[in-house]
DNA sequence: CTGTTAGCGCGTTCAC
DNA sequence: GTGAACGCGCTAACAG
């Protein structure tokens, strides 16, 4: 494989050659709205497909300075929030000729790296997914003018990112008046991460809302928006026998799933009655009649598209988008 | 944002010009293992780091002719199977230098036009999960020197692509020895789709071990390999109370676990005594106790690595790796 | 509408 | 070890 007879590629030359045109009306037969007589550009389609040629995209976006690529940067793999965020994603800029270029990064630390490296390709835009920039890097693509789109994430800093967020304060606080207007006393909440805007932000409004009501603060444990830390979180939150919570508030429905089977299977609860579970996101497993997970809904398609407008530059000055959702009561709250 | 001061980005000459020396060294500077003396190197990453500047990795891989690009073909994004082995391959990937170009196909027919794209991209390897691609395409792949890798399907076509799969034959046969160990006699099978080689194969050794037993062919329905077809296959299969399965065997545990759900909610028969279930992949939800799925598991992470040999080139001249997995016995069957 | 010309930014000879 | 010169394959600006 290694010492194959060197294949070359046919190129833009060997196509005008044999169509007997020259290099620059081929390469205007294979761009569109390129004023070219439509025998000749039959003539050279002709040629083309003989030869197996295609245009060879890297020295047209080198050229160009841009490619129709654009940067995705991936955390979360394990919950399917994410992976239909990424499927929408790739069927709207399939839609606009767009394609993406994935990185996924562990750690924030490695997010910087993927995007300066991503700025080499000279991406048209960078999508980060559940993960945090830094504010050197943001501030390196836009002095190269690539738009940055941080999807369910926020960042403090004006101008560093435009973001797209579902109504985390709605939700936390409908689900707080949700326990509340169902009599549950005991509450518990379980965090994402401590450094994710997104658990942040849902934390802090559900706490608020529950102290409007005169609640103390809840017990809290973080689940490190993992199925494996919900687990843990939800054991050391009702460890003890004799003080258990009778309602639970996860920061994603991933993490109340995994909460909701740990309570059946290690606990004998079965949530809904003696004690409410519920989550965020409304991934289609909540409908799941296993679960039947009351949560927030996070509508992905909408937020979705309102990135792509954002890249497309179909959008105004907002920096913030968020996207209302509506609270889903099923059986476990 | 369109009429922003058109920012240039710094290319190789400037910072050439920054730091005094040639443009020919700079490009040095930046490729490991090229002969430039230590102090020049030093001055020029300062040089560059001045000044932001970082090669363009198009004109390199316009150069060499190549791009440390792999292009991925996904189908399914509803199936955690392929989220995770995409995951493994963005991992496995990573470590050596690669990035992800990805492509999503609803269709069959769609797969060709991607893989035609990705020739443009130069890319150094295809990767298709669970699609399939035409003998042509194919063709144009090998004459192109562009390895092609097809993850979960076989292709009868000779030296038409590497393929990766788990073993089908004997993991279809396993199942089929447990229902018939374990005394079932009206046993049902859950096709993914006709097309599907991975399907076929599983049927072909499913149906052929439960005749070896002189049992008449299995029921059968055809899922779709999503939740929704899973669903409805399953409504069918078990439509007339008086001749109901008592196990069923799907083409993959996402439908398998539908079909649970479903024999519960809505025909309440509780997998495992009444009737077998049994699925294929050994998905980590299939261990989830709502589950607790009987199942043949394919390592995921085994199959991904065995394709990155391949196309790092690590790898001898076999054409069709099929990587083993078990028979994995839980409460569905 | 068409061909000619001049680069896009960088890796890679080739002399020194 | 280093710089000059060339060219990867193509698009864009220009003249006709």
Redesign the pocket.
């Known amino acids: 494989m290694s010492d194959a007879p060197s294949f070359?590629?046919?190129?833009?030359?060997?196509?005008?050659r044999l169509a007997?045109?020259?290099?620059?009306?081929?390469?205007?037969a294979?761009?569109a709205g390129?004023?070219?007589?439509?025998?000749?550009?039959e003539k050279i389609i002709a040629a083309a497909d003989q030869l197996g040629?295609?245009?060879?995209?890297?020295?047209?976006s080198?050229?160009?300075?841009t490619s129709k690529v654009v940067g995705v940067v991936f955390g979360q793999f394990e919950n399917p929030f994410f992976a239909h965020a990424l499927d929408r994603f790739a069927e709207e800029f399939a839609a606009r000729g767009l394609r993406i270029l994935l990185f996924t990064a562990k750690t924030n630390a490695t997010v910087d790296e993927q995007v300066a490296e991503l700025l080499?390709y000279k991406v048209s835009a960078v999508i980060l997914m559940a993960v945090n920039l830094s504010s050197k890097l943001a501030a390196e693509c836009a002095r190269s003018n690539i738009p940055v789109v941080m999807f369910n994430r926020t960042t403090e800093e004006d101008h560093a990112a435009f973001t797209v967020t579902g109504d985390n304060a709605a939700g936390a606080t409908a689900i707080a008046r949700h326990f509340l207007a169902t009599g549950r006393k005991r509450i518990a909440y379980m965090a994402g991460y401590d450094d994710s805007s997104t658990s942040r932000q849902r934390e802090a409004a559900f706490f608020a809302a529950l102290a409007d009501s005169g609640l103390p603060p809840p017990r809290r444990a973080i689940g490190h928006y993992s199925r494996h830390g919900a687990i843990e979180a939800t054991r050391a939150l009702f460890a003890s026998a004799s003080d258990q919570p009778d309602a639970l508030f996860c920061a994603n429905d991933l993490m109340a799933i995994a909460a909701i089977e740990t309570l059946r299977a290690e606990f004998g609860i079965e949530p809904g009655a003696q004690c409410a579970v519920a989550g965020f996101d409304d991934i289609p497993m909540a409908s799941w009649p296993s679960f039947s997970l009351t949560t927030y809904s996070q509508p992905v398609a909408d937020m979705v598209a309102r990135a792509v407008a954002f890249i497309a530059g179909e959008t105004g000055e907002e920096q913030a988008v968020v996207v209302p959702g509506k609270l889903i009561v099923r059986n476990s709250a």
Chains 1, 2 share one sequence.
């Open positions: 070359r590629n046919p190129t833009a030359h060997d196509v005008a007997g045109v020259s290099q620059s009306a081929v390469s205007r294979f761009t390129a004023s070219i007589s439509p025998d000749k550009r040629y295609r245009p060879n995209i890297l020295a047209r080198l050229i160009q300075g080499s």
